[in-house]
């Protein structure tokens, strides 16, 4: 059945020459050897997305068309943010609003050129790209994002809204975009991602390496919410050190094709780390998270809930590894993915993966998957309620598990808002 | 108000109701009795529209609609109400939450105004004390952690609020000690009047004690096999089922 994918979408594919450029044309060769991935690919196997990027785009070169939209169209609601807009992976300066008072701010490619050290201690040091082709594809060719630092001891009070804007409405648009998060010891932040597009089809790749250092504290959201026509790839890698927090909420709510990675280093003791995910799916969207929760250390709390509703011809993957090395005695990790089809044609493949070489430790995963629950829906119909605003009530407050661990009081309505505005309107 | 004819009701190819007559007027109350297992459930939920069971023969006609056609929740909204025997829990939806949405879908049904949160507020205060129920537990989830006797009077609550025709209790009484009892069968008989009719599914006399019924109906394997007065819960009672079974048995 599974068409051979053709590489001929890795023709042309140029490396824009820089202080990386060494990086660069070693993540290509990378990508040349690995080639896209098929369903042959481990890591790949029940995502086709070689498949829909070869029926919908010529070659996987970053384009170079400009756009045009209003960001405040899609902006969140009341949200109080430093907001950096890029329009198919152009930093649009007047959409955006930023102080650089409590932290440093600046495109990446200029940090590089100006500062080897960033280069030389962070830059490539977690994102691999021998391990996956998008990554070696982003790390080749990508061609805007930021360097983000917080020195140390600094609580950023503002989060920092990062808006990705694809307007494909004139022709297939395909970017590229790159971001280092540097958070200090003791320092505090919370960074928004959100990607919005409009018009045909379009691709992005985004690779994001956070370090998070002693004591640090870390909210990274993560709104994918596409008019339908985005696929696209987003591979965030964090390390973290001792006693680091970090709280990751991955809400991909609509779009074409989503592959996530999520991978956190838990590399010292006293962390606390939790990842967060909710999938919305309809028609025939594809929606795959993978993660990663590796344990290098003693004494760390990993915990992570992934919830999806499949409805249609959608798909969801969700594969979640945990690593508890030799060394991390004590350590405690939960995971739980649990999944509703609304469909027939729905489908889910779920997949726990747990490696652990330490004895003393606390680690459960749990997946399911099943249909909406009769007998409650009957009981609300019994009282008068319809049976598609039972649904979406249940929905609903099957997706409230996720929503309310979200902190930040604005962004959290705003995701309630969508969430349920959905809900009722596709579902 | 309520005719029911030869009904005939099964569930994956197992007969339960096997030709059920019975006919309520306005202002009556009638008690359902009969052991476990004798389908007084299955003829509850099938009057409230659940789907499972199929119905294979039979009419049953309510306030001059055929209730048979109707989707459970317009049969709510024409005034029917089942106080489930087994209450569900729903994770992350308040009562307070359930309650506004039904009675507003409810209302808005009927061709009346959705009520706005201040009259909605007034209305629930006022339910919530002839239920003598506590506003925390109606903040809370739906049911989830609800001690059983928690879960009725919530049943009762809803009914409070929504002040259907047809008020139908299953085993409202199973699981409550007698304080809660006589509270609940208080608020069952305040909500009472010459327009609406309840059905008291019930195999204790205890509750009836309480709620007097105007008509006994002793239902055994799927069909009613002897009804009478209040008198014959009594002798139910004093007699247990045994009697029932060998007449039906040797009939
Ligand atoms: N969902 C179901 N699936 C299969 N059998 C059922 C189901 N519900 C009820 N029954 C069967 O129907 C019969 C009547 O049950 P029920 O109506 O609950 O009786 P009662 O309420 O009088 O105790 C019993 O034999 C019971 O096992
Ligand atoms: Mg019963």
New interface residues.
């Given amino acids: 059945m599974d068409l051979a994918v053709k590489n001929n979408l890795l023709e042309n594919i140029a490396v824009p020459s820089d202080g990386t450029s060494a990086i660069r044309h070693q993540a290509l060769y990378s990508l040349h050897s690995l080639g896209l991935p098929t369903s042959k690919t481990e890591e790949y196997k029940h995502t086709a997305i070689s498949r829909l990027l070869e029926k919908n785009f010529q070659s996987l070169a970053v384009s170079t068309s400009k756009g045009n939209v209003v960001a405040d169209t899609f902006r969140i609601q009341n949200l109080d943010a430093h907001v950096l807009v890029f329009i198919n992976g152009e930093f649009d300066q007047a959409q955006s609003s930023f102080s650089t008072k409590e932290l440093n701010i600046q495109p990446l490619a200029v940090a590089l050129a100006e500062r080897k050290e960033i280069v030389e201690k962070y830059f490539s040091k977690l994102a691999d790209t021998k391990a996956d082709a998008f990554v070696s594809l982003n790390t080749a060719t990508w061609n805007n994002g930021l360097l983000i630092e917080i020195k140390n001891n600094v609580q950023v009070t503002k989060p920092i809204l990062i808006h990705q804007i694809n307007d494909a409405s004139k022709s297939k648009i395909i970017t590229a975009s790159r971001n280092l998060i540097l958070v200090g010891k003791s320092s505090e932040v919370s960074i928004i991602e959100k990607y919005d597009s409009i018009g045909e089809a379009n691709f992005s790749t985004t690779v994001n390496e956070v370090f998070v250092a002693e004591n640090a504290g870390l909210t990274y959201t993560l709104i994918q919410n596409d008019g339908g026509q985005r696929y696209q790839f987003n591979h965030t890698s964090i390390q973290q050190e001792s006693n680091s927090r970090v709280n990751c909420f991955t809400l991909s709510l609509n779009g074409k094709a989503i592959r996530n990675n999520l991978q956190l280093s838990l590399d010292g003791e006293g962390i606390d780390s939790h990842m967060y995910g909710l999938y919305l799916l309809t028609g025939d969207t594809l929606a795959d998270n993978h993660t990663v929760a590796d344990h290098r250390k003693p004494n760390s709390i990993s915990n992570e809930l992934y919830k999806g509703v499949m409805d249609g011809n959608s798909k969801g993957v969700f594969n979640g590894k945990i690593y508890v090395r030799p060394q991390a005695q004590k350590t405690n990790a939960f995971q739980s993915n649990r999944n509703i089809l609304l469909s027939d044609k729905a489908t889910v493949n779920t997949k726990p993966q747990l490696e652990i070489w330490a004895d003393d430790v606390k680690c459960s995963h749990g997946c399911t998957s099943g249909q909406l629950?009769?007998?409650?829906l009957?009981?609300?119909?019994?009282?008068?309620?319809?049976?598609d605003?039972?649904r979406a009530?249940?929905l609903?407050?099957?997706a409230?598990?996720v929503i309310e661990k979200i902190s930040n009081e604005t962004l959290r309505n705003y995701i309630d808002n969508l969430v349920s505005e959905r809900l009722h309107k596709n579902f | 108000m309520l005719s029911i004819k030869n009904l005939q009701a099964r569930i994956e190819e197992k007969e339960i109701l096997k030709g059920i007559n019975l006919e309520i007027k306005p202002g009556e109350v009638h008690a359902i009795m009969g052991p476990n297992g004798s389908g007084k459930s299955t003829l509850a939920s099938v009057l409230a529209g659940r789907e499972e069971f199929e119905v294979t023969s039979g009419d049953v006609n309510f306030l001059g609609k055929n209730l048979l056609e109707m989707a459970p929740e317009e049969r709510a909204r024409e005034g029917v109400f089942l106080a489930f025997q087994y209450p569900i829990e729903i994770p992350g939806v308040s009562t307070v939450n359930f309650m506004k949405t039904a009675l507003n879908q409810i209302r808005v049904a009927r061709g009346l105004q959705a009520l706005d949160a201040v009259s909605f507020l007034q209305l629930m205060k006022e339910k919530m004390k002839l239920v003598e129920i506590d506003q925390s537990l109606l903040n809370r989830s739906l049911n989830e952690g609800f001690s059983g006797g928690e879960k009725k009077r919530n049943e009762i609550f809803q009914m409070a609020m929504l002040e259907p025709k047809l008020a139908i209790l299953d085993e409202t009484d199973s699981g409550l000690d007698i304080d809660a009892l006589k509270i609940v069968a208080n608020g069952v008989n305040k909500l009472k009047s010459k327009n609406n009719a309840t059905i008291v599914v019930t195999h204790y006399q205890r509750l009836l004690d309480y709620i007097v019924p105007d008509f006994v109906h002793v239902l055994y394997k799927g069909r009613i096999v002897k009804s009478g007065g209040k008198e014959l819960a009594l002798e139910l009672e004093a007699k247990g089922y045994d009697w029932i079974k060998e007449e039906v048995e040797l009939a």
């Fill in positions: 629950d009769e007998e409650a009957f009981y609300m119909q019994s009282r008068g309620i319809s049976k605003s039972a009530f249940l609903y407050a099957y409230g598990e």
